[in-house]
């Protein structure tokens, strides 16, 4: 062999070791440096009357923190906003009228009323002495059909044009006994702002916060998948039961359904979501209500409006307020607003 393709040789050898040695350094530095997949933390408690489960991750944090944070938050806002609590609304619910309200009391009740006003009543936060008499107010109160009399003085308290609410001086009042019930819009507003917590511990954590059937996304799986909702099946077993699937990036999404909060006397369902015109459960074939909107605070209040308006003129008139519904009959028949089947892509 000549000289010449000796050093070739050589030199083809070193070029080949170098290439080596720079690839396994690079394998190696991939291997220790590589960042741990997402992985999620679940933590599930009872509040706001419900089952609550946050689902989060973080690159940044411990989601355990996260999780408390939004807990927190959530309870915060139960104390505060729950008619049986001893927050502001138990106070209004006693004195009649309220000075001196704070601003994000003034932004839930603006924000009840306006729904009330879009919906034309079918929400109505002043159905709480209706409430009470069936005994839908809490779990341990006597669940019975009250006389037609009862409703009929009931309905003498109710109606959401027995608030006056004066946002400029910080005032709230009710006339004739009415009382105040959040319950249809609190879960949704509670969730909204135990992930406005978490956003502002780590803007780029990602998960969801389902509170009973109340969905808000955090942000996308693994940051770039949607998370799959499943709509139940009103007459299932379980919440495994499911009829339809969403996808979600962003958003939120509610259902109201009368499996939630109900009891059966001669065969007829009487469940918690009351027609406020009659002062009885709502009745118009409606059996479950599902409503995609930008807020979980807005799901939440326009699915119990699409469950009293029903199918017209719910499914066609409540897309004009961001909300697109879902609506599904007591034959399980369905009805979607214009546009939901987007969501029902991956
Ligand atoms: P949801 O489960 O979100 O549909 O809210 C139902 C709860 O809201 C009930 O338990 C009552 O406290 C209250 N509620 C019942 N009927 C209505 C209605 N038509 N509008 C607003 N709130 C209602
Ligand atoms: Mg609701």
Known sequence: ???????????????????????????????????????????TEYLLGTYVTVRVSSSK??????AEAAMAEMERIDDKFGSRSNGVIAE?????????????????????????????????????????????DDESSEK??????????????????RITFVEESQYVSLADGAMLDLGAIAKGYAVDMAIAKIKALDDGATGFID?????????????????????????G????????????????????GDYERFFIEDNVRYHHILDPETGYPSRNGVISATVIGKSAMLADAYATAAFVTGMEPGVTFLPRFGALVLLVMEDMSTFKSPGFEVYQER
């Open 237 to 256: 077993e379980s919440v495994q039961d499911v009829i339809e699937y969403i996808y979600l990036y962003d958003g939120a999404v509610a259902t109201s």
């Open 144 to 161: 019975r059909i009250p006389s037609e009399k009862e409703i009929e003085e009931a309905l003498g308290s109710t109606g959401f044009s």
């Open 92 to 136: 209004l619910n006693r004195s009649g009228e309220l000075h001196d309200i704070d601003k994000e009391t003034s932004f839930l009740i603006k924000s009840a009323l306006e729904i009330a006003r879009n919906t034309s009543g079918a929400f109505d936060p002043t159905l709480y002495e209706l409430t009470k008499l069936w005994g839908f």
């Open 211 to 235: 509170a009973g059937g109340d969905i808000g996304v955090i942000g996308p799986k693994y940051g770039s998948r949607p998370w799959i909702v499943g709509v139940r099946d009103p007459r």
């Open 1 to 43: 062999m000549s000289r010449r393709n000796t050093s070739h040789l050589l030199r083809s050898r070193t070029i080949l070791y170098a290439v080596l040695l720079v690839s396994s350094v690079a394998l190696l530095t991939f291997v220790f440096f590589r960042q741990k997949p997402l992985e999620y933390y679940d933590r």
């Open 61 to 66: 944090m411990s989601p355990v923190t996260l």
